[in-house]
């Protein structure tokens, strides 16, 4: 490995910790965050392991014109996104449900291969290639997605507590349906573990007995 490649990722490894401390961390993909760095030829960045949001948008893909009032990586309750409703939108409010999704930049395309071939195992399907640069930025997501709408214009939708209800626990229920992607990919990377491993993660993964 080149020094360059080894001071980035190096990098990227201090400010993971970082983030856990501060609370902006995922931290029930810890350990699969974990597992890219054990690997010599890859590290994350930017992940997230599944959220629900409510966002503020005449569609929930015009990324440009959207606006997120509300976002959590857990299940929700109809307390919260009454919460929501209690207070003033601009178009449409939609509660969003997203998948997993990973950002591990890779030494090379043959490492960029392997972490597809587990991805795509784990149920990963949409995954692929970001960046085809000489170290490949490679993106995974499952492509689970759901999107409710809660409010049009200045009509709810789902005003009726029976009709929240339904609503907060399909996407609930999407939502726990996606976080198990995680454990099938830490399987799928753990089953393809490489034999030298990035010694800077290896004693954090024996104290957490990941090793």
Not at 30 to 48: A, H, I, Q, T
Not at 112 to 126: N, P, V
Not at 156 to 176: M, P, R, S, Y
Request: aromatic fraction near 10%; charge should be negative; include cysteine.
């Amino acid at each position: 490995m080149d020094p360059v490649w080894e001071r980035e990722k190096l990098e990227a490894w201090r400010r993971l910790w970082e983030d856990l401390e501060i609370g902006y961390l995922d931290t029930d993909i810890l350990d699969v965050l974990v597992e890219f760095f054990l690997r010599p030829g890859s590290y994350s960045k930017s992940s997230c392991s599944g959220r629900i949001t409510v966002i503020d948008a005449k569609y929930p893909w015009a990324k440009e014109e959207t606006m997120t009032v509300f976002k959590k990586h857990e299940p929700v309750t109809v307390e919260e996104i009454r919460a929501v409703l209690g207070r003033p939108w601009s178009t449409r409010l939609w509660l969003s449900v997203q998948g997993p999704i990973y950002h591990v930049y890779t030494y090379s395309l043959e490492e960029a291969r392997i972490l597809l071939e587990a991805a795509r195992e784990a149920g990963f399907k949409h995954s692929g290639i970001l960046v085809p640069s000489e170290h490949p930025l490679v993106e995974l997501r499952t492509g689970i997605r759901a999107d409710i709408l809660l409010a049009d214009g200045d009509t709810v939708i789902v005003g009726e507590d029976e009709k929240l209800q339904h609503a907060v626990n399909v996407a609930n229920e999407v939502l726990l349906q996606a976080k198990k992607r995680n454990e099938r990919l830490l399987q799928a990377l753990r089953y393809r573990r490489p034999a030298r491993l990035w010694e800077p993660a290896v004693e954090e993964a024996r104290r957490r007995g990941w090793l």
